[in-house]
Antibody
Framework: QVHLVESGGGLVKPGGSLRLSCAAS????????MSWIRQAPGKGLEWLSD????????SYAESVKGRFTMSRDNAKNSLHLQMNSLRVEDTAVYFC?????????????WGQGTLVTVSS | DIQMTQSPASLSVSVGDRVTITCQAS??????LNWFQQKPGKAPKLLIY???TLETGVPSRFSGRGSGTDFTLTISSLQPEDIATYYC?????????FGQGTKLEIK
């Protein structure tokens, strides 16, 4: 059974940094694209970034490009999102999501999310 | 970026109703469209992929249709557990983009 558990959220001041993690289990982690998606309070879903199974190719949304860095450790079945230069508008629940083996963008399993609050 | 426009934004429904939600893409996305269901405080759940293929375990009262720019999600007979917000998402071109959501509320 696929299981994704995010951690690392919390309260941070504008301009600060935070590192999110996602622990994966129940599937062959290195086979799958993985993504980060966020949801601001009371708002819709926003895709942020994805990474190939090997970790060699990463894509970002313009809203986070240059500030956020996605990575994965296939030996530890873990996914990470390093978030720098955080802004108030980055406040959201951050989800990690598994995409299918062949198709990035088809999110078939999600974690429960971790809340990031950016406030002074 | 491809814009995804859902309608309506909200819908008052009764148990047993036939419910249809529409999603329009700003350009042709073939059939690269997903539908998700999200309940309050929970993660989204994939219902339908490739515009019309039901994800394993999803009840058959859910169905999806469409290709190109116009898509629909239909619930044939609404059940109480279907009260949620529904999102479409295109995965034809990066960045993957979602509709703004359709919230179902009990009448």
């Amino acid at each position: 059974q696929v299981h994704l558990v995010e951690s690392g959220g919390g309260l941070v001041k504008p301009g600060g940094s935070l590192r999110l993690s996602c622990a994966a289990s129940g599937f062959t982690f290195s086979d799958h694209y993985m993504s980060w998606i966020r949801q601001a309070p009371g708002k819709g879903l926003e895709w942020l970034s994805d990474i190939t199974g090997s970790g060699t190719s990463i894509s970002y949304a313009e809203s986070v490009k240059g500030r956020f860095t996605m990575s994965r450790d296939n030996a530890k079945n873990s996914l990470h999102l390093q978030m720098n230069s955080l802004r108030v508008e980055d406040t959201a629940v951050y989800f990690c999501a598994r995409a299918s083996i062949a198709v990035s963008g088809m999110f078939d399993s999600w974690g429960q999310g971790t809340l990031v609050t950016v406030s002074s | 970026d491809i814009q995804m426009t859902q309608s309506p934004a909200s819908l008052s429904v009764s148990v047993g109703d036939r419910v249809t939600i529409t999603c329009q893409a700003s350009q042709d996305i073939s059939n690269y469209l997903n539908w998700f269901q999200q309940k309050p405080g929970k993660a989204p759940k994939l219902l339908i992929y490739d515009a019309s293929t039901l994800e394993t375990g999803v009840p058959s009262r859910f169905s999806g249709r469409g290709s190109g720019t116009d898509f629909t999600l239909t619930i044939s007979s609404l059940q109480p557990e279907d009260i949620a917000t529904y999102y479409c998402e295109q995965y034809d071109h990066l960045p993957w983009t979602f509709g703004q959501g359709t919230k179902l509320e009990i009448k």
